[in-house]
């Protein structure tokens, strides 16, 4: 974690200090992890009370992008002031709330808290490996913003499509490409702090915790298939 918090001066450093630039991304770890304390919070709060199933069907799928495209322009809005901190940390525990659905799933099959401690460990394996290429990698990767955009996008359009034909192989399909898609993503914020491209912490830890969230409930849905064994 040193060498990743070591940023080396670079032909793409936006006119930033090395020093600035280590900074924004020491800020952006400390506050991604702690970010995952209200999530595991969330999480046990709606499991605990059922909270997720508030999200389920058409109507929960427009309180949860409600919610949560809410909650992101109140974060950029406040990204600059002493509020910013408090929101994201809020909108951290709404997405373990939404995430709680499919974690109850998991959680009832016999081996439940095995696959999620797994999904979890695999997460934070993508995490550290798409950190450490973007210590590594020199060349210039802002290019991949707009493709990475275009297949979230046609991630989106194919997941809607999915909830009205319930496919399987559907799911499956989603949860590989998001796994591709947001582990390219992480690569793609982390060396964006790195050259200074972006210098908000607020706005930096918002994109890796969405990135990292993604990452993980596709992991846990393709475990949940593939490696949920029932009583």
Do not use: H
């Not at 770890?29 to 046990?44: E, I, K, M, N, R």
């Not at 109140?74 to 990204?79: D, G, P, Q, V």
């Not at 081996?111 to 060349?139: C, E, P, Q, Y």
């Not at 914020?189 to 994109?207: F, H, P, R, V």
Request: charged share 10%; net charge negative.
């Amino acid at each position: 974690m040193n060498e990743q918090l070591s940023v080396l001066d670079s032909d793409y450093s936006y006119g930033i200090s090395a020093e600035e630039r280590n900074k924004v991304l020491r800020n952006t770890y400390w506050l991604l992890a702690l970010s995952l304390v209200p999530t595991v919070l969330g999480a046990w709060a709606g499991v605990a009370l059922g909270l997720g199933r508030v999200f389920s069907g058409g109507l929960g799928i427009v309180l949860f992008l409600a919610g949560a495209f809410g909650f992101i322009y109140a974060i950029e809005r406040t990204k600059n002031s002493a509020t910013g901190v408090p929101v994201l940390l809020a909108f951290t525990f709404f997405m373990g709330i939404t995430m709680s659905r499919l974690i109850e799933s998991v959680l009832g099959f016999k081996n439940g808290t095995d696959l999620i401690m797994t999904a979890f460990g695999g997460t934070a394996g993508v995490f550290l490996v798409m950190a450490i290429l973007a210590t590594t990698i020199k060349r210039d990767l802002s290019g991949m913003g707009q493709w990475l955009f275009v297949g979230t996008m046609a991630l989106v359009v194919g997941g809607v499509i999915n909830m009205f034909v319930g496919s399987t192989a559907g799911m499956l399909a989603m949860s590989v490409a998001a796994i591709a898609i947001f582990s390219a993503y992480m690569l793609y914020d982390i060396k964006q702090i790195i050259d200074g491209g972006e210098t908000n912490y607020i706005s930096a830890t918002l994109a890796l915790y969405l990135d990292i969230i993604n990452v993980f409930q596709s992991l846990l849905a393709l475990l949940g298939i593939f490696g949920g064994e029932r009583d």
